[in-house]
Structures are given as C-alpha cells and as structure tokens.
C-alpha cells in the first residue's frame, strides 16, 4: 500500500516419513517508512515448533520440527533511522509471549567502502534467570552480549 507495508510469510510441513511432526509457522508484519528514512516495525510470530508453555520447552531436538524458537509466539517491534549517509542505526524489541523475556538490541552500521561496513551491536537481555538445568525463560538465559564486526561483500 501507499502508506504502509503489509507482508506475510508461513511454511507448512508435512513430511513424508509419515511421522506426526507436522508443524506451521506464519509471520505478519506492518511497516512503514518516513521520507526522512525513519521506519517503524511490527511482527506476530507463530512457531508451530515451539511451546505453549515453559514446561514444554524442548531440551534436545527429537523431532522433524527444528526452530531455534522455544515458543510458539512472539512479537517484535523495531524501528531504524539513517543517521547520516554512511551511519545507520536501528533498535529491536523482541519479546516472547509465552514466558513474558524480552532482547532488545541496538546496532549501528557504518559504511567503510561500497563493500564493507563496521557493525557495532548490544543485546540486553530480560526474563528470569534459569535454575539450574530448569528454563524459566527463553531471554532470561541469554548472556548480555557486545559485538563489533566488520562485513565485507563481494
């Protein structure tokens, strides 16, 4: 549309084996983007891997149905702004639905060259801290977490 960006994207999975892992996964998202190159993000997540509740968080992968996504809901609000014609930086909440643990992120590219680019990241991690062996929360077991990196295309 015009004013705003609609996208939508799922997989069903049937295999063949005649196994009982069938599984689907739909994302939605909302978008739009100013003409001062701010955007703003939304997007629903069903993972049919994922739990309903943290008791069904999986420990070891048995199953056809893989996802690095424990839950089977998320959200995720982002939003992005060109700083400067070789600066740009972005900020993304995402939180899972079933636990209520939430990762924001902050990034900043910076243009080294039309091929490469230094990449600076945060990730600040929320949720309850696992006991033990036991999950409490998806985010709460992450680490915070500071990258630099350096991409080059070719």
Partial sequence: FKWLGIRAEGHVAIPENGSTDHYSNLTIGLEHRWKNSFEARLE???NGCGADKISGY???TLSTCVSPYPADRYVAVGLSYELTPLLFGQTLLISNLVDQ???LSFNAAYSLSDE???V?????P???KPVGASARSEFGAYPVSVNLETRVYF
């Fill in 58 to 60: 999986p420990t070891t």
């Fill in 116 to 118: 490469s680019e230094l």
């Fill in 44 to 46: 629903l997540f069903y």
């Fill in 126 to 128: 929320d949720g309850e």
């Fill in 101 to 103: 643990s939430r990762l």
């Fill in 120 to 124: 600076f990241n945060l990730g600040l």
